[in-house]
């Protein structure tokens, strides 16, 4: 009898921990699930975002004969300094105007 008993208490423990793998599979169904959505969805993303990039370096291209990042910042750079340039000339030139202007009514 007692060979018996050995004989079915691993087929007892193996039922009982196939039923625990089990439940744990399922408890870990739902994380499964989500991290496979976000993998579909980042894999979708990427493919948007590449096609994006390219959309944008093309323009990049035609707008400004240019796609290199570091060109393209140098030219927004030089932009800024030469707008900085003009109001500076703009400042200048209203200060003259009103100059004029303070010397006429000072003639008066």
């Known amino acids: ?60 291209r035609e707008e400004l004969g240019t796609d290199d990042e570091a060109e393209i910042r140098r030219m927004i750079e030089e932009a800024r300094a030469e707008n900085a340039r003009r109001v500076e000339a703009f400042a200048q030139s209203l200060r003259a105007v009103q100059d004029r202007l303070d010397a006429l009514d000072a003639g008066r």
């Open 1 to 60: 009898m007692e060979r018996s008993r050995k004989g079915q208490e691993p087929e007892s423990r193996e039922v009982g921990s196939d039923v625990e793998a089990l439940k744990r599979l399922e408890a870990l169904q739902p994380a499964y699930e989500r991290l496979r959505a976000d993998r579909i969805r980042a894999e979708s993303d990427v493919e948007r975002l590449t096609a994006e990039l390219a959309a944008a370096r093309a323009q990049a």
